[in-house]
């Protein structure tokens, strides 16, 4: 089986999403996690936003990051219509039965980035074996927030690891002593 990774980028007060560049001002030092993390998976899990933003940036992109992430097979949690490009295809109308189904395969993680509604849709169902959080010492005070439509999701810490500039990846993993 298929572990399944999400990984958000986070404010203090879990806001996953906003227009303003809060994560701006802060450098961690990201790069070598980021690479291991992509390289260590076998397919992206994405949301239909996600996916839009990533497939225009990333095929013009060069290097051995921009590489593997073109390489990568894609799987989109999309409800709407039309075709997708950039090695991706579209999870049908139950994503929870189509995750579950490609964590059965066998093969490297599957890695969840950014995509916070279907992030919420997978810890919800309990589908997420590692979720790390890239934690960035700001207090955005407006935007979606990771943690909102979620109740009761016991988890355990696997790992802390600053990376720079205050910013903390936390990791964990589902919590499978705890009663829910």
């Not at 809060?22 to 994405?46: N, T, V």
């Not at 097979?73 to 929870?96: C, F, H, I």
């Amino acid at each position: 089986m298929r572990p399944l990774i999400v990984t958000e980028f986070l404010s203090l007060d879990g806001v996953y999403e906003e227009h303003s560049p809060w994560r701006a001002p802060y450098d961690p030092d990201d790069g070598p996690f980021k690479r291991d993390e992509l390289f260590a998976s076998g397919a992206l899990l994405l949301g239909r936003t996600t996916y839009e933003n990533f497939a225009a940036y990333w095929p013009t992109a060069t290097g051995a990051f921009a590489d593997r992430m073109n390489a990568l097979p894609k799987y989109v949690a999309t409800s709407r219509p039309g075709p997708l490009a950039w090695n991706a295809t579209a999870l049908g109308p139950d994503v929870v039965a189509d995750v579950q189904a490609l964590k059965e395969q066998p093969g490297s993680p599957l890695l969840v980035y950014g995509s916070g509604t279907l992030a919420q849709t997978l810890l919800r169902c309990g589908l997420v074996d590692e979720l790390r959080l890239m934690v960035f010492p700001v207090i955005v005070g407006r935007g979606r927030r990771l943690f909102d439509t979620l109740e009761n999701v016991p988890l355990t810490l696997l790992d802390t690891r600053e990376m720079g500039a205050g910013v903390l990846l936390l990791t964990y993993g589902p919590d499978a002593g705890a009663k829910g």
